[in-house]
């Protein structure tokens, strides 16, 4: 069985930074890629950043030059350096992983979701 952990969300003021982390833990051989995505209340989650085993990133154009992912394979870690926060970057956070490998599937997997809330 594979988890997704997330961890670092919280509340900041606006301009401020945060650092959100996501460990997948189970019996996994490889994982293709791993991302963030964003729900903000009454709108549909979006993705926010994803990075690929070979180190390629894309971004959604609104937090291009003030998020960073970054991905630790040996670890199956990704982490999310969110600067300069504004007002609408708050939502619920959400760590995912694609095309994860294991001793027995393949599949693609969610974490439960951390609380990222930006302050005016």
């Known amino acids: 069985q594979v988890q997704l952990v997330e961890s670092g969300g919280g509340l900041v003021q606006a301009g401020g930074s945060l650092r959100l982390s996501c460990a997948a833990s189970?019996?996994?051989?490889?994982?293709?890629?791993m991302g963030w995505y964003r729900q903000a209340p009454g709108k549909q989650r979006e993705l926010v950043a994803v990075i690929t085993g070979g180190g390629s990133t894309n971004y959604r154009d609104s937090v291009k030059g003030r998020f960073t992912i970054a991905r630790a394979n040996a670890k199956n870690t990704v982490y999310l350096q969110m600067n300069s926060l504004k007002p609408e970057d708050t939502a619920v956070y959400y760590c995912?992983?694609?095309?994860?490998?294991?001793?027995?599937?393949?599949?693609?997997?969610w974490g439960q979701g951390t609380q990222v809330t930006v302050s005016s």
């Open positions: 995912n992983a694609r095309g994860v490998v294991t001793t027995t599937q393949v599949g693609d997997y």
């Open positions: 189970g019996s996994i051989i490889s994982i293709n890629a």
